[in-house]
Nanobody, 123 residues
Framework: VQLQASGGGLVQAGGSLRLSCAAS????????VAWFRQAPGEEREFVAH????????NYADSVKGRFAISRDNAKNTIYLQMNSLKPDDTGVYYC?????????????????WGQGTLVTVSS
């Protein structure tokens, strides 16, 4: 599976961005697709995922109510709509996929990773 993330950029606090993650290759055994982020000097942390045929979603507490993950199956693309952005949301955002049937949130549970896209939120 190949994942291509895009949509990052510089935005002021309170603004919005939409990230995209285009998947290609052997996507048929992908059950969970997630967004993670990593700030400078910090560990990679879970942001949100979407899983299964029903498209069940899960979010980190820090982004609940502000971010929304969705997917377009026809385009094999996952989106992350980010609203009310804060400086703490700054980091490199990665999309990742997992073959797990569980609602996994640890970065070690994911098999394939995109290259990352940088989001910078200025105060």
């Amino acid at each position: 599976v190949q994942l291509q993330a895009s949509g990052g950029g510089l935005v002021q606090a309170g603004g919005s961005l939409r990230l995209s993650c285009a998947a290609s290759g052997r996507t048929y055994n992908t059950n969970v697709v997630a967004w993670f982020r990593q700030a400078p000097g910090e560990e990679r942390e879970f942001v949100a995922h979407i899983r299964g045929i029903a498209g069940i979603t899960n979010y980190a507490d820090s982004v609940k109510g502000r971010f929304a993950i969705s997917r377009d199956n026809a385009k094999n693309t996952i989106y992350l709509q980010m609203n009310s952005l804060k400086p703490d949301d700054t980091g490199v955002y990665y999309c990742a996929s997992s073959r797990s049937f569980s609602p996994v949130c640890g970065f070690r549970d994911y098999d394939f990773w995109g290259q990352g896209t940088l989001v910078t939120v200025s105060s």
